[in-house]
């Protein structure tokens, strides 16, 4: 990952303005940790070792979050009260769900599970599109990783224009290992590659997870690895690809389509 990405993800959902996911100081950020607030971040002072600071780091690493080392002139930039005391915490704009959720979602509908599975989306109006996708689509949840990748952050909330009301959305520690997790339960999945086969020549029916990489790198190999199938949309442009939200948009009602025909 390059310098640019790295600096791109540190300071993701941050401007000179107020964050209105971000909780400054130790006492606030430790008691939301201690209230059970969805914390998709903590960005801590590089080196800091004082007590204070080590207890809301063992509480990040029981809650699962993510933690991000920065200096000083970091946090200060993040800052909008000036008062960090060398810890930032970004909480979810929404509550996460468990996969189990998803699933349990299509066994109540009656239908095959429609699973959607991000790889490193990091841009938080893609996100927002993709749930607003998944939501007409009729998938059932959507599934992103813990790190490297944006969360449920208010911008992600707007850009979904209602849409994370009603699609769950699970957060995992492991993309590849979910995606194993799913397949012993019988779904298939297809990940977005422009090198794959043409997605109309595929078998896209029944049970089945769409996996769409991220925005510069696309779907990792680890990931693809797993995956049963791969499938490439035809484009007849000069440019040879697409955003991630609307590729993910067109193998969804390609999906959409082959369910419709039954």
């Not at 979602?105 to 095959?112: P, V």
């Amino acid at each position: 990952m390059s310098k640019d990405q790295n600096k791109k993800e540190d300071f993701e959902g941050f401007t000179k303005k107020a964050n209105e996911n971000a909780i400054e100081g130790r006492n606030p950020v430790l008691e939301a940790f201690r209230a059970g607030k969805p914390v998709d971040r903590l960005y801590v002072l590089d080196g800091c070792r004082d007590g204070a600071v080590l207890t809301i780091k063992r509480e990040a690493v029981k809650a699962g979050t993510v933690i991000k080392y920065v200096d000083k002139d970091r946090l200060d930039h993040m800052s909008s009260t000036g008062h960090h005391q060398g810890v930032i915490a970004i909480t979810a704009a929404y509550e996460y769900s468990e996969v189990s959720d998803i699933l349990k979602r299509a066994e109540e509908k009656g239908e095959d599970p429609f699973i959607i599975i991000l790889d490193g989306i990091e841009d938080p109006h893609n996100l927002g599109a993709i749930i607003r996708t998944a939501d007409q689509a009729g998938a059932h949840g959507v599934i992103i990783p813990k790190d490297r990748a944006v969360g449920l952050t208010a911008s992600v909330a707007r850009a979904s224009a209602g849409a994370l009301n009603f699609i769950p959305v699970a957060k995992v520690t492991n993309i590849s290992r979910t995606i194993e997790e799913l397949k012993e339960k019988g779904i298939w999945f297809v990940c977005a590659a422009m090198d794959g086969t043409l997605m109309y020549d595929l078998n896209l029916t029944g049970p089945i997870g769409l996996v769409i990489g991220n925005e510069g790198s696309g779907v990792s190999r680890l990931v693809r690895e797993k995956c049963d199938m791969t499938a490439s949309i035809p484009m007849k442009g000069e440019i040879d690809s697409l955003n991630a939200s609307v590729a993910c948009g067109i193998l969804s009602y390609e999906i959409v389509r082959r369910r419709m025909k039954g």
